[in-house]
């Protein structure tokens, strides 16, 4: 692992809070996978064995439903980790991971994490708080789709991705639109919608590119409550 992906892999949640020597023990046994767009990368139901830490590219998580239809989970990229809770019970994976881009990622094998725990518990603290992000990002999921208009989750997304500290601002949209439908709980058609109604606020969509006139304006768009619509 060169020492770019090396500060990727140390500075994620899930391995940022161990003493160097541990982040050295389980790097070294790590195998490094790449994958190119729309390959998978575990099945839903496969034996849960190994936790990944995403060094390039993006990772969809996605459920299907007896009905077939898909259900986007989580979409991960650049530090972040998956699959820890479940491999660490000898679980299975209750979720499908797909690369939804051309994707780099560090896989550690669960069995080598519940070594490290027995010589150093202090493990397990990291392994909590990876676990407790997942859960809160689930959180605001929920809270996003029964709080805010599809309109704001989609600014919100937009805003997730800006990288200015006011003002005007382009974006270049990380993955396809069928897939930012899934992650928002949109149809592909209310997307299209979403970003027609977003023209009125200053932001402008065309092909992998979106420009937001004004990041503070915006942003008070996506903090306002959809009840107040019935007051004007």
């Not at 160097?20 to 496969?46: D, K, N, S, V, W």
């Not at 676990?131 to 996003?144: G, S």
């Not at 899934?182 to 402008?204: D, I, Q």
């Amino acid at each position: 692992m060169d020492a770019k992906d090396r500060d990727i892999a140390f500075a994620s949640l899930l391995l940022s809070g161990m003493t160097p020597e541990m982040r050295e023990r389980l790097c070294a046994r790590a195998t490094q996978h790449t994958y190119e767009r729309g390959t998978t990368i575990f099945l839903q139901g496969e034996p849960a064995r190994s936790i990944f830490i995403v060094l390039d590219g993006w990772v969809k998580l996605y459920r299907i439903a007896p009905s077939g239809a898909e259900a986007v989970v989580g979409v991960f990229t650049k530090g972040r980790s998956f699959g820890e809770a479940v491999a660490f019970r000898h679980d299975t994976y209750p979720v499908s991971a797909e690369a939804a881009t051309f994707t780099r990622v560090l896989r550690i094998e669960a069995a080598e994490f519940l070594r490290q725990i027995e010589r150093d518990p202090s493990v397990a603290t990291a392994i909590l708080s990876a676990t407790f992000t997942h859960l809160h990002a689930l959180v605001a999921q929920v809270e996003a789709l029964k709080a805010r208009s599809g309109a704001q989750r989609v600014a919100e997304f937009l805003l997730e991705l800006h990288e200015c500290a006011d003002g005007a601002c382009k974006i270049t949209l990380p993955y396809d639109k069928g897939l930012i439908a899934g992650r928002l709980g949109m149809k592909p058609e209310s997307l299209s919608r979403a970003f027609s109604k977003l023209r009125t606020h200053g932001v402008n969509v065309a092909q992998n590119e979106a420009t937001i006139d004004d990041v503070a304006a915006l942003q008070d768009m996506v903090d306002d409550d959809p009840a107040n619509a019935w007051s004007r």
